[in-house]
């Protein structure tokens, strides 16, 4: 984002029209979701004398980059794509490698003709992160970027968290009673919000690239942590069992894709468990553990690196109190979203066990806070202030 | 009630015109806010050809009822009030006593030459409760009820529940964090919401006739429980004090108003603290405990009793997590404020003492919830499902 620091800012140097190019360049690339990661979701417009000459966006992971798909429409239709403008709502790629399914977007642009490109991110990946510019640059096009940056951004949470701090992007979903609680005495916690809640973080699991919950409610709640009161794709399930101790009965292992299902455990965990699972079907991913760390739980620097190895940009952490507090503790967290149910639950389990703050000012203070309410519950979200944990 | 229910329904039985005049006294009703306790607010207007003639409301306790009000105010400036009609928010009285300031509104009512009187609530009192009404119609006035009915009854939570239920209302304001806590490990818990908020606490404070604190939060906290940060009076302040350990030194005892200082204590309580805290000038409600009631602190339902025999309707209860949880178990509650912060506190104070429910079904479900946003906080409100605790 260098480039944009010197220059005016966006609003005076790009027109209403350019907003409105790029704000549908923003709607294309939605249509991608929960189809591309780890790419990014990518939009992209094809412009001439205020005419729409094509549009594309990429579609799943290995498919055709959004700029391909918009000259690609562009042309089907017979269009001259001399002198056009082109709105991107990420950098366009400029390199090759045996892992990419698609040659570099700059060259095809370059040799469209194309004259004008407007771009709302640069793309954070080591290998494109202004390259993509500059090259379009050296071979004389226009090229502006910072147009509905902040808004293009919020398609990619997962993909610009992993490439600016080297882990996917954990969103923490906590449905609570009004009094703090997960969980009634007995460990019931079904159903604490009602259906409109559930279906939002039924949306959420279809936009993420993974769920991820302690054994303890995968035991409790036996979840099957898949996305059935809206439409969308199942997330990875990915359930902490450091000594694998949740039973092979659980329903995450019985699912028709239970090759979804993953568990991540310490090595030093029982062979014999392993190849249980193993047979059920789900996969396995063990975590090297020092005898402090085992002490304490998985190590989740080491399991949000296995996940993202694996090409997972983004988790929701589903639960429970001591998997929450974990997270939260270790700073590695980036949004977080309370559903509150107008209930009182007494003493059951206080949804996020943590070390507690030994003030009120050194309490963990939400950033952005957003409120909704979604009939007679309340959705609060905030995001992390990174450094103040 | 009961002469309502055989009646058409209100919105068939009133123009739109009463119903404004309706709402006009039961604005003018609550400009004896904070004063009249235990009297309930009261508004009355006298129109005739639908111009109003005079206007009254209860302005403190001891003072001329509203009816008697309006009436003075219509005749001062030289109206014939034959012929006219009265709105009054709550039934007129009918009886005189050795306690009761005023003569018998209904009187003064019929001698006006008053025709037609619409009320919306009738008066629960045990020596009213319709006779009002009735005595009205005996000599010959047409007199119609239950217009904007809940409406008026709000103004008087506190004078309804006490009639109706034989105790003061008791509401209950919780401040936390969004994980449900209400003070951070070391106790702090200073300021868990921001003022936008307390301001709202503070006009609460100001029109309920007492707060109520348990021995613990005033010694942590140290409050004033005063009215500050909006105009009002100060209400009572009460705390639960068992066995009289708070410290001669609190703020409560070195305000200005400290009279209104009272302590609840058991009967067993050292005589030799009770003397200091009555040198002090605050005031000393001593409550008899078996051994039994002892142990679980002073029995609510007694102290509840004590308040209201002191003239106490309405109660505010600000904590700490112990008493809140005690009015929650035993079901003394109407209505519970929780104000919601954007900050987590870890392992702090659970915002609720209580035996939790055993299932998500058997948690205390609200009823009639309201949601407010107060900048990044959360006001969440509902009230008690009475028989169902």
Redesign the interface.
């Given at each position: 984002m260098k480039r944009t620091d010197t220059a005016p800012p966006a609003q005076e140097r790009f027109s209403l029209q350019d907003s409105l190019f790029m704000r549908r360049a923003i709607s294309l690339a939605r249509r991608g979701e929960g189809k591309t990661s780890p790419n990014p979701l990518v939009g992209a417009l094809l412009v001439k004398g205020g005419v729409i000459l094509g549009e594309g966006w990429h579609r799943r992971f290995g498919a055709l980059h959004a700029e391909a798909e918009a000259v690609r429409a562009a042309l089907s239709k017979g269009h001259s794509l001399t002198g056009a403008s082109l709105y991107c709502t990420l950098e366009p790629c400029c390199f090759t490698s045996p892992e990419k399914h698609q040659p570099p977007c700059t060259d095809l642009i370059v040799q469209s003709g194309i004259r004008r490109v407007i771009i709302a991110n640069t793309d954070p990946h080591r290998r494109v992160n202004g390259r993509g510019i500059r090259l379009l640059e050296g071979a004389g096009l226009v090229v502006e970027t910072g147009l509905l940056a902040q808004e293009a951004e919020e398609l990619n949470p997962g993909f610009f968290t992993f490439h600016r701090r080297g882990r996917p992007y954990v969103h923490l979903k906590i449905a609570?009673?009004?009094?703090?609680?997960i969980?009634?005495?007995?460990g019931?916690?079904?159903?604490?919000t009602g259906e409109s809640c559930r279906k939002i973080v039924h949306r959420l699991r279809a936009s993420l690239d993974a769920v991820l919950v302690g054994r303890g409610t995968a035991q409790a709640d036996d979840p099957e942590l898949t996305v059935r009161l809206v439409r969308g794709r199942n997330p990875l399930r990915v359930v902490l069992d450091s000594r694998l101790l949740l039973s092979p009965a659980a329903r995450l292992f019985q699912l028709p894709d239970r090759g979804k299902t993953l568990i991540v455990h310490s090595r030093a965990a029982p062979v014999g468990r392993a190849k249980k699972i193993q047979k059920s079907g789900a996969a396995l991913v063990s975590i090297e553990t020092s005898p402090e760390e085992k002490r304490c739980g998985l190590p989740l620097c080491k399991v949000l690196a296995a996940l993202g190895e694996r090409g997972v940009r983004s988790v929701l952490v589903e639960g429970g109190a001591e998997v929450f507090?974990s997270f939260?503790r270790e700073g590695l967290w980036d949004k977080?979203s309370?559903f509150?149910a107008?209930?009182?639950?007494?003493?059951?389990r206080?949804?996020?066990?943590?070390?507690?703050?030994?003030?009120?000012a050194?309490?963990?203070?939400?950033k952005n806070?957003v409120?909704k309410?979604i009939g007679?519950y309340?959705l609060?979200e905030?995001h992390n202030v990174y450094g103040n944990n």
């Open positions: 609570q009673s009004l009094d703090g609680g969980a009634a005495g007995g019931d916690a079904r159903w604490i507090g939260l977080i309370v509150i107008p209930i009182l639950l007494g003493k059951g206080k949804c996020v066990e943590a070390p507690g703050a030994a003030s009120v050194g309490a963990l203070h939400l806070v409120i309410k007679n309340i609060m905030g």
